[in-house]
Nanobody
Framework: QVQLVESGGDLVQAGGSLSLSCTTFGLPFSQIAMGWFRQVPGKGRELVAA????????YYVASVKGRFTISKDNAKNTAFLRMDNLKPEDTAAYYC??????????????????WGQGTQVTVSS
């Protein structure tokens, strides 16, 4: 059974940092590409960052470039999203997603087959 388990969401002040984790079960971790998405009520799910299966290629949406870092640790079956210099507009539910294959990263939510349950990040001003 495939499962993605997220953790790390919290309430933090603007300018602070958080690190989200996404541990996968039932997937060959070294063979999956991953993405982090976020969603606020009333809006669609937005890609924040993506990484290919080897971890050698990454993508960031312009609004987080230079502040967020995506990585994956194949030995721990875990992907990470390090978020620095957080802003109130980063407040959202954050979801990790996975797809088999992935010599490159994937930017569309429709490309991903597996999703975590979401973790809430709230940034106060």
């Amino acid at each position: 059974q495939v499962q993605l388990v997220e953790s790390g969401g919290d309430l933090v002040q603007a300018g602070g940092s958080l690190s989200l984790s996404c541990t996968t079960f039932g997937l060959p971790f070294s063979q999956i590409a991953m993405g982090w998405f976020r969603q606020v009520p009333g809006k669609g799910r937005e890609l924040v960052a993506a990484i290919n299966r080897s971890g050698g290629e990454t993508y960031y949406v312009a609004s987080v470039k230079g502040r967020f870092t995506i990585s994956k640790d194949n030995a721990k079956n875990t992907a990470f999203l390090r978020m620095d210099n957080l802003k109130p507009e980063d407040t959202a539910a954050y979801y990790c997603a996975a797809v088999r294959g992935g010599s490159s990263y994937y930017m569309s939510s429709g490309s991903y087959d597996y999703w975590g349950q979401g973790t809430q990040v709230t940034v106060s001003s």
